[in-house]
C-alpha cells in the first residue's frame, strides 16, 4: 500500500518524503506546484489543494496511511478537517499528524489553536494516529542569519523560559518512522503523542552565546521587543501572520518551550542516535 503524505515540498514534508524513501516504502507527495517536487526516484507526485475535495479524494486513492501537514495559512484548520474527514471517506485509518507542542497551552494563537482543533478531532473519531508535537525549528534560524552577522544581535524575542529548539530533519526521521510503524502494523495502533524536541533547551542569551562562539566575535541579545518583532514581520508576511507570530512569542517569554521529563531519551532511543543540536545547526549555516 501507499502513504500520502501532504504539505511535501516545505522543509519538513521534504524531509518526511526522503526519509520514507531512503527506507523503501511507496509514497505518493500531494503537492500544489509540480515544479516544485524534486524527490528521490520513483515517489509519486498528485497535483492538487486540499480545499479543493476532489483533489484530496483522489489522491487518497490507494492510500493506507496519511502524514497530515498542514502549513501556517490563514485557512489551516479547514483544510485539516477536509482532509481527515476525505480520508475516513476514503477507509483510511492510519495517520502522522504535524502538530505543535504545547498546543493545549497556547490557547491564543491562531496557528497553535488550529492545530488543538485538529487533535481533538483525532481523539474524538478515534483516530488511529499519532501525534507528533515539535518544538521550534532551529531551521527558522537561516531567516535572521544575515542581521545575526551584520549586526551582531540575536534578534528572536525567545524569552528565559527556554525553547528546545528541534532541527527539521529530525522531524522528518521520526515522522517516516512512525508511518513505518502504523504502515506496517496488521491493525490500526492506537492514539500516541511525541514531543519531538531538541537535545538542548536555550534562552534568548544562550542562542547569543552560541553564535558568538561559532562566529569568533560577541552576539548580544538586546531583549523580548515582541512589537518591533511584529513589524520587522510585516515587512515580507501578511500582516495576520506577523500578529499570530508575535502571539506565539509572547507564549515564549511566559511558558517557553521546554521538554516533558523522558521527551529527549525517547526521541533518542527512536532514532538510534542523538538529536541534531543547535550549536551544530549555527556552524552548518554560517560556514
Do not use: C
Not at 528521490?40 to 502524514?67: I, N, Y
Not at 525553547?163 to 491493525?187: C, F, H, K, N, Y
Amino acid at each position: 500500500m501507499t502513504i500520502l503524505v501532504t504539505g511535501a515540498t516545505g522543509n519538513i514534508g521534504r524531509n518526511v518524503v526522503e526519509q520514507l524513501a531512503k527506507r523503501g516504502a511507496s509514497v505518493r507527495a500531494l503537492v500544489r506546484d509540480p515544479s516544485k517536487a524534486k524527490f528521490p526516484d520513483g515517489v509519486e507526485v498528485v497535483q492538487g489543494d486540499l480545499l479543493d475535495v476532489d483533489s484530496p479524494r483522489s489522491a487518497m486513492k490507494g492510500v493506507s496511511t496519511l502524514f497530515l501537514l498542514n502549513g501556517v495559512v490563514a485557512d489551516e484548520y479547514t483544510q485539516a478537517l477536509i482532509a481527515l474527514n476525505v480520508a475516513r471517506e476514503a477507509g483510511i485509518d492510519r495517520f502522522v499528524y504535524l502538530s505543535v507542542i504545547h498546543s493545549d497551552r497556547y490557547v491564543n494563537v491562531p496557528h497553535f489553536a488550529g492545530k488543538f482543533g485538529v487533535e481533538r478531532m483525532i481523539e474524538q473519531m478515534k483516530l488511529g494516529a499519532t501525534i507528533l508535537r515539535p518544538a521550534y525549528y532551529m531551521d527558522n534560524e537561516i531567516t535572521i542569519k544575515d542581521v545575526v552577522t551584520g549586526y551582531g544581535i540575536y534578534p528572536m524575542p525567545i524569552g528565559d523560559k527556554g525553547l528546545a529548539m528541534i532541527d527539521a530533519r529530525d522531524v522528518g526521521e521520526v515522522a517516516a518512522i512512525e508511518l513505518i510503524r502504523r504502515e506496517q502494523s496488521p491493525t490500526s495502533l492506537p492514539l500516541d503523542y511525541i514531543n519531538v524536541v531538541g537535545p538542548d533547551t536555550l534562552t534568548g542569551a544562550d542562542a547569543a552565546a552560541i553564535w558568538s562562539d561559532i562566529l569568533g566575535r560577541t552576539i548580544t541579545f538586546p531583549g523580548n521587543d515582541t512589537a518591533r518583532f511584529e513589524q520587522n514581520l510585516r515587512q515580507f508576511m501578511p500582516s495576520w501572520m506577523a500578529f499570530d507570530m508575535r502571539l506565539m512569542a509572547e507564549r515564549f517569554l511566559t511558558e517557553g518551550m521546554v521538554p516533558d521529563v523522558g521527551d529527549v531519551e525517547r526521541l533518542t532511543a527512536l532514532l538510534g542516535r542523538p538529536l541534531r543540536s543547535y550549536r551544530d545547526h549555527v556552524a552548518q549555516i554560517t560556514a
